[in-house]
């Protein structure tokens, strides 16, 4: 054979098994699997040894690949990968009989600037010359560059799958979910299988689906950078407002779209609330000014009304002296609402007023409506306006009478409260420290969220035209405001309404600080079993409850809380009354069968005279309010355990 026809056959058989390494390298196998086939395809071909060394991200030779596995050089051999590591330069012994072997080489595996390892081929029988140095060193270059795009893809999956904010890739044609993170997992409630069965319309509501498509479209393609909020729904089938972030991408081969979503469900909720208190005020400013200005113009009507009737007589006098002081009526409605009217604070005994108020409230009420009252004792005292806070309570007395046309209960009541940071936060006004609690229940129609969101608004009514003037409930929201508490109401369609009034204890009379010991009084260390349809108050209820000491079980439904009272010994049942699937009471008598010695504790944001009287429960069932301090609902919770009796 000449020597072109020797070169030739050498270079195509360079190109061949190059080929053929560039299949491997391309396959997507695991690195471990991808460097043993390389080393299983040049030994024993072109080695009796073949030898990967490979550094950790440290640059230290920590993982081996040799084929057949009793290489017999170690990695710190002269000659060997570890100085190739040191001095990026490759090895090549022609005569290596010190080692056993004929010959040997050692070329490193170099990305860009970086050294990844090395590869060494020993060979018994062959002599390497330069031509197998350089081939040597073209396998170890693209193995070098194999292992860092691997090495790369491993560091984006792991910044992909430890993002704590949902994530997920899916196919640009298909809109078929390809990948997704443990964020998503954890937020929406599906499996990684459930959601790679899936698509991306079927986490939207379906109304919104078309939209999205069109949106989509618009933008030319799945992936715009463009943020922009959509609704998504978990697998519970709640619903949250979700700030959509995407780029294009190309995964496995294929046109994609990577997406980022931040849930903003919370954040909106407190810009609304924001936006509705500057609402408000704006309208409180808007009808101070109007009735201000309004007050000097019947300010001259009555008086020359006045000044008529007085020296003329007649009747249309009065009828304008009458109409001047309903006018005045209402502006003085508009002034409490607005905060700007004249009050005359002094310390007042809330439950005295409402006991006072009882008779009349009778009277005012009719008798087709049953009033109780339940005063807490020793009663904090507030400071306020005694004429104004009676104003509010036949406010709210006259809006319940009108809710119940057929009749019902109506239930005041009174208590001490503390409203702690989570509580203001969650209000979004209100300050810390303790409070009395004014409490006005009904047993009316209730009403739904969208009623709610304006109940307090000026002239906001759902009366007949002419049935009333809109300004009951606006007065009681000023009035309260301006006293510096806070009114909160709880309603459901047929279920009633209940008002929740704070105002802050007055600090006239000192509240007597507490002993340090009184810090542990409500600390345990018994089973509790936790049953609240709602995820935030339920995880609340945990931490709260956790914190006290005690071990806390958490279920949301009562399949669940019968299976955990089969399994183990429980000592406490807290369980909201008003639940879905079935009521707290129900739940509380099903799971006394199943273990007569466990206390029960109901809670509610319903007050416990109302919830008593509405016959969700009986009058010696433990009742505890919504919303509760971390303190009241670890001594209500140790008061139950400790109480005498089942």
Excluded at 416 to 444: F, K, R
Excluded at 513 to 536: K, L, N
Excluded at 575 to 601: C, F, H, N, Q, Y
Aim: proline share 4%.
């Amino acid at each position: 054979m000449s020597g072109s026809e020797d070169h030739e056959r050498r270079a195509l058989s360079r190109l061949t098994l190059l080929a053929r390494v560039g299949e491997i390298l391309g396959s997507g196998l695991h690195r471990q699997d991808t460097l043993h086939h390389v080393a299983e395809l040049l030994a024993p071909g072109l080695a009796t040894w073949c030898i990967f060394d490979v550094a950790d991200l440290e640059g230290v030779l920590t993982h081996r690949v040799s084929v057949p596995a009793d290489a017999p050089l170690r990695a710190d051999a002269p000659h060997g990968p570890a100085i190739v590591m040191r001095t990026g330069e490759p090895e090549l012994v022609t005569d290596a009989e010190r080692f056993g072997l004929r010959s040997m080489l050692c070329v490193p595996l170099i990305s860009g600037e970086h050294i990844l390892g090395a590869l060494t081929l020993l060979s018994v029988e062959q002599r390497y010359t330069a031509f197998e140095l350089e081939l040597a060193g073209e396998i170890a270059r693209r193995t070098a560059a194999a292992i860092q795009v691997q090495r790369s893809a491993e560091r984006y999956r792991m910044l992909f799958e430890a993002s704590p904010m949902p994530m997920w890739v899916y196919d640009a044609d298909t809109l078929a979910f390809v990948a997704v993170n443990d964020a998503a997992i954890r937020h929406y409630g599906y499996s990684r299988d459930e959601f790679l069965r899936m698509r991306i319309t079927n986490i939207r509501p379906q109304e919104d689906v078309p939209a999205m498509l069109e949106d989509v479209k618009a933008r030319g393609g799945p992936g715009s950078p463009n943020a922009k909020v959509w609704r998504h729904v978990r697998k519970d089938g709640s619903l949250i407002s979700v700030e959509v972030t995407a780029g294009r991408i190309t995964f496995e081969g294929r046109k994609a779209a990577l997406v980022l979503a931040h849930d903003v469900t919370e954040r909106l909720r407190l810009e609304a609330r924001l936006a509705d208190a500057e609402k408000m005020e704006a309208i409180g400013r808007l009808a101070g000014g109007v009735a201000h200005d309004f007050n000097n113009l019947l300010t001259v009507i009555a008086g020359y009304a006045e000044i008529l009737e007085h020296r003329d007589g007649g009747e249309e006098a009065a009828e304008i002296s009458r109409a001047a002081a309903q006018a005045a009526a209402l502006t003085h409605q508009l002034l409490a609402f607005s905060r700007r009217q004249v009050l005359h604070p002094r310390v007042i005994d809330l439950n005295g007023i409402v006991a006072g108020m009882e008779s009349m409230l009778h009277r005012i009420i009719g008798d087709d409506v049953s009033v109780g009252i339940r005063l807490a004792p020793d009663l904090k005292p507030v400071e306020a306006d005694r004429a104004q806070i009676e104003r509010v309570i036949l406010n709210l007395a006259a809006n319940a009478r009108d809710a119940m046309p057929d009749g019902g209960v109506l239930t005041i009541e009174t208590a001490n409260v503390d409203i702690d940071e989570a509580q203001v936060i969650t209000h979004g006004d209100g300050s810390q420290g303790p409070h009395v609690l004014l409490a006005v229940s009904d047993t009316g129609e209730g009403m739904d969220e969208d009623v709610a969101k304006h109940l307090f608004e000026p002239f906001f009514t759902t009366k007949e035209p002419g049935a009333g003037t809109g300004l009951g409930l606006a007065t009681v929201f000023g009035v309260v405001k301006q006293s510096g508490g806070g009114i909160y109401v709880y309603s459901e369609p047929g279920r009633g309404s209940t008002f929740k009034i704070y105002l802050p204890a007055a600090t006239a009379v000192p509240e007597p600080v507490a002993p340090s010991a009184d810090r542990d009084a409500g600390r345990g260390s018994e089973t509790i079993m936790v049953v609240e349809d709602d995820d935030g108050v339920r995880e609340l209820v945990r931490l709260m409850l956790e914190a006290n000491g005690y071990e806390v079980l958490t279920v949301g439904s009562a399949a669940e809380a019968e299976h955990l009272c089969n399994s183990r010994a429980i000592d406490l049942l807290l369980t909201d009354v008003v639940m879905p699937e079935v009521s707290g009471s129900a739940l509380a008598k099903r799971l006394a069968a199943l273990a007569p010695d466990m206390r029960i504790l109901f809670m509610s944001g319903y007050s416990d005279e109302a919830v008593v009287r509405h016959g969700e429960l009986s009058e010696a069932a433990a009742f505890l309010e919504k919303p509760f301090t971390e303190r009241a609902l670890a001594h209500k919770v140790r008061e139950v355990l400790d109480r005498d009796g089942s």
